[in-house]
């Protein structure tokens, strides 16, 4: 016969605390390791990020005729559409139509968009190839809308104003 001993207690097992220590960390490293993928996705400067091609070939700054026909494209309705990221960034999309009266067709278009403080010196600005990378021509008399995003923008900075321009100029073959 077995003697009474009353209730025993059960002994958690060496190994479970550890374990849990390991697995917190785990998750933590992990989470830090996203947040700071995430941040710097967020912040990454866009405008020395992007190798988009320039117009080959154009009419550009410099050239007598550049200024005359730069004259003809008409950039209307120029608004920025601000966009606060975590970490304290800003992207800036810059919409616009551009109209082509040149009395040519262009095959080639390329804008520089900018964000200006009030001093007019740029806050970020990036170049773009328009034509032919959205559509192939623009005849003369047409009109496209464009698009220009300006990302990782310090939110504190000095934004006064918004810059259109065009840079180079390509006409398509008579």
């Known amino acids: ?5 009353g209730p025993t207690l059960i002994a958690e097992p060496d190994l479970r605390w550890p ?5 917190a960390a785990i998750t933590a490293l992990l989470a830090i390791s996203a947040a700071g993928l995430y941040y710097l ?16 070939g154009a009419l550009q700054a410099g050239q007598p005729e550049f200024e005359e026909f730069r004259r003809h494209i008409v950039i209307d309705q120029l608004v920025g559409t601000e966009k606060v990221h975590p970490f304290d960034t800003v992207a800036v999309a810059m919409t616009a139509t551009v109209r082509n009266n040149t009395g040519r067709s262009i095959s080639g278009l390329e804008l520089r968009g900018a964000i200006l403080d009030r001093n007019n010196s740029s806050v970020r600005e990036r170049t773009v190839v328009v034509i032919p990378q959205r559509q192939t021509i623009l ?9 220009i995003l ?17 840079t180079a100029i390509r006409f398509a073959e008579s």
């Open 1 to 5: 016969m077995m003697a009474y001993r």
């Open 150 to 166: 300006l990302d990782g923008i310090d939110k504190d900075s000095d934004r006064a104003g918004l810059m259109l321009e065009v």
């Open 41 to 56: 996705a967020a912040t990454s400067s866009d405008v020395s990020s992007y190798t988009e091609p320039r117009l080959e």
């Open 19 to 23: 374990i849990l220590i390991l697995a």
């Open 139 to 147: 005849e003369s008399g047409e009109a496209i809308n464009t698009r």
